[in-house]
C-alpha cells in the first residue's frame, strides 16, 4: 500500500483501546536504533497496551489524508517517572513517534504542546524524557521546544554495533 498523503493535522486526542492496531503498525514500522532500545519487533507481536501502557497515557495526533481519509500521524506516551508521591509534580515522555509519511508537517510540536497542557492539567510542573545521543532530529525538536540536557549517560545503550549516550532532557511547565 502506498504511503498517505498529508493534508492537515486534526486536533490531539487521547487513545482509546480501539486505536491499538494501528498503534502496533506504527510503532512498528517508526521501529529503528536512532531511537529504539528494544529489539526489532518480530511475530507474534506484543499488545501495545497492556496493564503498564494504558491508552489514557497516550496522546495522539491524526491526519487528514488524500481521499477524504484520516490516519494516525504520531503519538506521544505521557507517564508519571516513578508512582512516589515525592515525583508527582513531574511527568515524563515515555514514547513519541511519527509515521515517516508526516514527519516535518508539525505533528511532534503539535503532540508536545498537547502533553504540556494534559501535563499541567494533571498538576506537573516538570517535565523530562530521556533521548539517544546519536538522535538529531529529535534532539533538535527538544532544543526548539525549550528542553534543556540535565544529564548524560555516556555510552548507556549498545546498539547497531556502537555504545550510544542515554541524554536527560527536561524543562518547567510553569509560564
Ligand atoms: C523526531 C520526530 C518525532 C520529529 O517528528 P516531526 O513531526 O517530523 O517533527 P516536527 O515536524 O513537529 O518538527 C518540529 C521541529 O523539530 C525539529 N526537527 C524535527 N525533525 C527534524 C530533523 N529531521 N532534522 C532537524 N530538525 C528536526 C525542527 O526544529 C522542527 O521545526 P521546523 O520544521 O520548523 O524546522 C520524528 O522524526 C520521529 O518520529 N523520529 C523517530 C522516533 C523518535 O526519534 N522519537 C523520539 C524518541 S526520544
Known amino acids: 500500500m502506498s504511503?498517505?498523503?498529508f493534508r492537515s493535522l486534526l486536533p490531539v486526542r487521547l487513545a482509546v483501546p480501539q486505536d491499538e492496531s494501528a498503534l502496533g503498525e506504527l510503532d512498528r514500522a517508526t521501529w529503528s536504533t536512532l531511537h529504539a532500545v528494544q529489539p526489532r519487533p518480530v511475530p507474534p507481536y506484543e499488545p501495545f497496551f497492556?496493564?503498564?501502557h494504558r491508552p489514557e497515557e497516550f496522546l495522539l495526533a491524526e491526519a487528514a489524508?488524500?481521499?477524504g481519509g484520516t490516519h494516525i500521524a504520531g503519538y506521544l506516551r505521557?507517564?508519571?517517572p516513578t508512582p512516589l508521591a515525592c515525583n508527582a509534580h513531574v511527568r515524563q515522555i515515555q514514547g513519541l513517534a511519527v509515521a515517516g509519511w508526516a514527519r516535518r508537517h508539525g505533528v511532534a510540536r503539535a503532540l508536545l504542546h498537547a502533553a504540556y497542557a494534559e501535563a499541567r492539567r494533571q498538576g506537573a510542573g516538570r517535565l523530562t524524557l530521556r533521548v539517544l545521543g546519536h538522535n538529531a532530529p529529535a534532539r533538535a525538536?527538544?532544543?526548539?521546544e525549550g528542553f534543556a540536557v540535565e544529564?548524560?549517560?555516556?555510552?548507556?545503550f549498545f546498539l547497531g554495533g556502537r555504545y550510544v549516550d542515554d541524554v536527560l532532557m527536561g524543562r518547567s511547565l510553569e509560564d
Open 3 to 5: 504511503a498517505p498523503h
Open 151 to 156: 544529564g548524560v549517560l555516556p555510552g548507556e
Open 50 to 52: 497492556d496493564a503498564r
Open 65 to 67: 489524508t488524500g481521499a
Open 141 to 144: 525538536l527538544y532544543a526548539a
Open 78 to 80: 505521557l507517564a508519571r
